[in-house]
């Protein structure tokens, strides 16, 4: 038996030419901080004071892949990094057999859960010079009121001719901004701005990291719109040589702003669905033009007999979205209905794409086995403004699996001369089959035929805390869904479950608890593990299987 913890090797920069006097190169191991003289000269630790159950070089994002916690200066003279406390990490672990290897590996990850807290960090700078080590005074930048902030990002710029490191703190509930401004040959810090979120908003993480432009940082933040009832997220900017309190909105236009990029000096390039919820545009507009961007990719929405679109009333004032998906060549009087479901906040599943005109994708549904495909977007999703992700915000598997119900319902009785009610799968991945737990157990008995769950969580007190906590906020656990606490819609539903026996994301924990309770419930259903996989195990052939025995096997479930 061997245990091992998950560490990694790989050289993060090079000051100066082979040979030459200036020449250093800084690498990782296990977690690390090392420096070599030359290519083939020894590593040697940079900073071999501090204790070795300080993590260096990453960021406290949750787990051992949390991002890269360093940053060289322009010039490589110095290397900024973060330190993190392992002490009070927890680790979860799995297995990994191999071929005639009688005892498995043991694979160790560090993992903060939901309602594990930040571990201690600290802030060095190493002079590759001089070899020293200083540490930065940031006691008074990690707390505030009781709160506590961890670096979750960090740029280097050159300001009055001095090396300056940016740092990007936030809570852990992603809710707040604040960029400090730390001196390399000093280390001497100041705040420039802070920024806090209203109730119910965040931080996407989905989105692209800061840009710095001509001494301003870019940004996305939110901006109300009365006349939408709507707030949405719009390209802003910080002045980063002098403290300020309020952005500057680089526009103000009634949709979201999804990713920017800045080139040629002055252009800023960014993607919105700007003139339909189902079309991604390319927009452009100058910095501090106070021009409307303008369309540059502009595509048009393609729709046909075996291709469309829709909204549908959610009430309350909002819409969900579809896209449906028909066979060519009909051969039976009624098909069944395939929900492919996903539903994780920010995430869009509904838009035109170039899998629209593929073939394959378009004549999946061909043949004898044929079955019409939706893909629905209700509330939670991105680019709707945030009137729709905070609708979700909290009840993670409650209202959005609501929507996706409805939206259902609305389907069967809109095309009810094709569509077959009583063959209807529904299917997802990762919070998708979370979601497809969710819509079945809040579904009216024996609604969904089958149910395919690939690699669940089933509490998000299992999943990472960044995650969870950014959408649930600080609810109490009663407040979190637990979909293997009400399994009896599963006596009629046949389920599928899927998952990876190595799922360093979302890990096997959450389908064994789902597992046992089953079984003690004495609900037959079917079962595919992964052994040494991941989270994305190859399931093509699995599913495949159990999609043409629920779909067009109708002794499938057997009754009970």
């Known amino acids: 038996m061997h245990i091992l913890l998950i560490f990694l090797t790989f050289i993060i920069g090079i000051s100066g030419e082979d040979g030459d006097e200036q020449y250093v190169e800084a690498i990782v191991i296990n977690h690390r901080l090392f420096f070599k003289e030359n290519q083939t000269s020894d590593p040697v630790e940079i900073d071999s004071l501090e204790e070795k159950h300080f993590f260096q070089g990453m960021l406290c994002l949750g787990s051992d892949a949390g991002g890269d916690g360093y940053w060289w200066s322009e010039n490589s003279n110095f290397l900024a990094y973060v330190s993190i406390d392992m002490r009070s990490a927890e680790t979860v672990s799995w297995n990994i057999y191999k071929d005639k290897q009688p005892y498995p590996d043991i694979i160790q990850q560090h993992y903060w859960k939901t309602f594990k807290d930040f571990p201690p960090y600290e802030i060095s700078i190493w002079n590759s010079k001089s070899k020293k080590v200083q540490r930065v005074d940031f006691e008074k930048f990690k707390y505030n009121n009781g709160t506590s902030y961890f670096v979750s990002e960090g740029h280097v710029i050159k300001l009055e001719n001095k090396q300056k490191l940016l740092l990007h703190l936030t809570t852990k509930y992603w809710n707040e901004r604040v960029l400090i401004s730390c001196d390399f040959e000093t280390t001497e810090c100041e705040k420039l701005f802070e920024y806090k979120y209203e109730y119910k908003r965040y931080i996407n993480r989905l989105h692209k990291p800061m840009q710095i432009h001509q001494n301003r940082l870019f940004l996305l933040l939110p901006l109300n719109f009365e006349k939408e009832n709507n707030s949405y997220n719009q390209i802003a900017s910080y002045p980063v040589n002098v403290t300020s309190s309020e952005p500057r909105f680089e526009m103000k236009e009634p949709y979201d702003v999804l990713e920017f990029e800045i080139y040629d000096n002055s252009t800023i390039s960014f993607f919105a669905f ?16 106070n021009e409307k961007p303008k369309c540059v990719v502009c595509q048009q929405l393609i729709t046909d007999e075996f291709l469309q679109y829709g909204n549908v009333s959610l009430g309350n004032g909002y819409e969900g979205l579809y896209k449906i998906y028909f066979p060519k060549n009909l051969t039976h009087r009624k098909v069944p209905l395939f929900v492919d479901v996903y539903g994780g906040p920010g995430s869009i599943a509904v838009m035109m794409s170039d899998y629209d005109n593929d073939e394959r994708m378009r004549d999946y549904s061909t043949g004898y086995n044929q079955f019409v495909r939706l893909h629905i977007d209700g509330r939670g999703i991105e680019r709707r403004g945030w009137k729709y992700r905070s609708a979700q915000f909290g009840k993670l598997g409650t209202i959005d699996a609501q929507d996706q119900i409805t939206v259902i319902q609305y389907i069967l009785r809109k095309y009810a001369d094709i ?31 089958c149910a395919i769950s690939g690699a669940p969580v089933t509490n998000y007190m299992y999943y990472y805390n960044h995650y969870t906590l950014t959408f649930m906020g600080n609810a109490t656990i009663n407040k979190y869904l637990d979909v293997t606490d009400n399994l009896e819609n599963f006596r009629t539903t046949r389920l599928l479950l899927l998952h990876g026996m190595a799922d360093d994301n979302v890990h096997f924990q959450n389908s064994a608890i789902l597992i046992e309770k089953l079984h003690k419930a004495k609900i037959d259903f079917d079962l595919m593990v992964y052994p040494n996989s991941s989270h994305h195990a190859d399931s093509k052939l699995k599913q495949s299987t159990f999609i043409r025995d629920c779909l067009y096997s109708y002794q499938y479930p057997p009754k009970i």
């Open 274 to 289: 700007s003139r339909s919820p189902f079309v991604n545009d390319t927009l452009e507009m100058e910095i501090g033009s």
């Open 419 to 449: 569509l077959d009610e009583n063959r209807v799968l529904v299917s997802g991945w990762s919070y998708g089959g979370f979601m497809a737990l969710a819509m079945t157990e809040q579904a009216p008995k024996g609604f969904f035929k």
